[in-house]
């Protein structure tokens, strides 16, 4: 299973990025092998708006099982999500990574409708 985290930089202890558009990086997790994948989203930082629905394009092409993030994903962009079988568990604030992982392991996490 592929697992999307927002994070705020490519660190193995970073917290979850409380934002999704405008996260700084994006950590891909493969449960199966056990690694972490970092890839940047600083060009979605700067727009002025639609950068929920471009890390949503880049979320997609990645084709993770789920998302985990600290706050709700925004209406237009959930949508564009709902369109697949990715799931979006929300509530992973103040959380590193793995932080997030065990609180979605224990059932912590609320699954955004």
């Given at each position: 299973?592929?697992?999307?985290?927002?994070?705020?930089?490519?660190?193995?202890?970073?917290?979850?990025?409380?934002?999704?558009?405008?996260?700084?990086?994006?950590?891909?997790?493969?449960?199966?092998?056990?690694?972490?994948?970092?890839?940047?989203?600083d060009?979605?930082?700067?727009?002025?708006?639609?950068?929920?629905?471009?890390?949503?394009?880049?979320?997609?092409?990645?084709?993770?099982?789920?998302?985990?993030?600290?706050?709700?994903?925004?209406?237009?962009?959930l949508?564009?999500?709902?369109?697949?079988?990715?799931?979006?568990?929300?509530?992973?604030?103040?959380?590193?990574?793995?932080?997030?992982?065990?609180?979605?392991?224990?059932?912590?996490?609320?699954?955004?409708?």
């Open positions: 299973m592929k697992i999307v985290f927002t994070a705020i930089n490519k660190s193995e202890d970073s917290l979850i990025d409380s934002r999704f558009g405008r996260a700084s990086v994006l950590v891909v997790y493969d449960e199966d092998t056990k690694t972490k994948e970092f890839i940047s989203n060009e979605s930082e700067g727009m002025s708006q639609g950068a929920g629905l471009q890390t949503a394009q880049k979320v997609l092409k990645i084709n993770p099982d789920m998302i985990i993030i600290a706050n709700a994903i925004g209406y237009k962009t949508d564009v999500i709902k369109q697949t079988d990715i799931k979006v568990y929300i509530g992973a604030i103040d959380m590193t990574i793995d932080e997030a992982y065990k609180a979605f392991k224990n059932n912590k996490l609320k699954l955004q409708n």
